[in-house]
C-alpha cells in the first residue's frame, strides 16, 4: 500500500511538471466539474443522513431507503441531527469563524450528555430508535 501511495506520488509530479495536469483540468467542462463536487457532496451527505436515522434502509428493492426508523422520524438521534444542522446552519449564515467544526463540536457534546441521560444505544431491531454509528460516551482516554 505504501509502494503505491508512492508511485501515485511520483505520478502526481510528473503531471504537474509535465503541465499535463493542467491540460486535462482544462479539459473537462466546468459543469461536469460541478457535477462531480455536488455528486461527492450529496454522497457524504446521504452517509450523515443515514448515520443519523433520518434516512434508513427498507430491505426491499424498491424503494431501497425510506424517511425515519420504521418510518418515523421522531427519534432522539434523529432530532439532535436535525439541532445540530440547525446550529451549524444559523452559525453559517451569521458568517461566524469556524462555524462548522463549532456546529459538529456542539452536536458532539449534546449528544454525549443525552446518551448520558437517556441510555439509549447502539440501533439494532430490538432498539430501532438507537444511535446509529456508535454511541456517544465520553472517552476513556482523551489521548492514545
Given at each position: 500500500?505504501?509502494?503505491?501511495v508512492?508511485?501515485?506520488?511520483?505520478?502526481?509530479?510528473?503531471?504537474?511538471?509535465?503541465?499535463?495536469?493542467?491540460?486535462?483540468?482544462?479539459?473537462?467542462?466546468?459543469?461536469?466539474?460541478?457535477?462531480?463536487?455536488?455528486?461527492?457532496?450529496?454522497?457524504?451527505?446521504?452517509?450523515?443522513?443515514?448515520?443519523?436515522?433520518?434516512?434508513?434502509?427498507?430491505?426491499?428493492?424498491?424503494?431501497?431507503?425510506?424517511?425515519?426508523?420504521?418510518?418515523?422520524?421522531?427519534?432522539?438521534?434523529?432530532?439532535?441531527?436535525?439541532?445540530?444542522?440547525?446550529?451549524?446552519?444559523?452559525?453559517?449564515?451569521?458568517?461566524?469563524?469556524?462555524?462548522?467544526?463549532?456546529?459538529?463540536?456542539s452536536?458532539?457534546?449534546?449528544?454525549?450528555?443525552?446518551?448520558?441521560?437517556?441510555?439509549?444505544?447502539?440501533?439494532?431491531?430490538?432498539?430501532?430508535?438507537?444511535?446509529?454509528?456508535?454511541?456517544?460516551?465520553?472517552?476513556?482516554?482523551?489521548?492514545?
Amino acid at each position: 500500500a505504501m509502494g503505491l501511495v508512492v508511485i501515485n506520488g511520483l505520478i502526481i509530479v510528473l503531471l504537474a511538471v509535465t503541465g499535463l495536469r493542467r491540460m486535462i483540468f482544462e479539459a473537462v467542462p466546468l459543469a461536469l466539474k460541478t457535477a462531480i463536487t455536488v455528486g461527492i457532496g450529496l454522497f457524504i451527505a446521504f452517509i450523515g443522513f443515514v448515520d443519523s436515522g433520518l434516512v434508513t434502509a427498507t430491505g426491499l428493492s424498491s424503494p431501497p431507503v425510506g424517511l425515519g426508523v420504521q418510518g418515523s422520524i421522531a427519534t432522539i438521534p434523529t432530532a439532535l441531527f436535525v439541532l445540530t444542522l440547525l446550529i451549524t446552519a444559523v452559525l453559517m449564515v451569521r458568517k461566524v469563524k469556524a462555524a462548522l467544526l463549532i456546529g459538529l463540536l456542539s452536536g458532539t457534546v449534546i449528544a454525549v450528555i443525552v446518551e448520558a441521560i437517556a441510555r439509549l444505544g447502539a440501533r439494532s431491531a430490538e432498539n430501532p430508535g438507537g444511535w446509529g454509528l456508535s454511541v456517544p460516551t465520553v472517552p476513556a482516554q482523551w489521548v492514545g
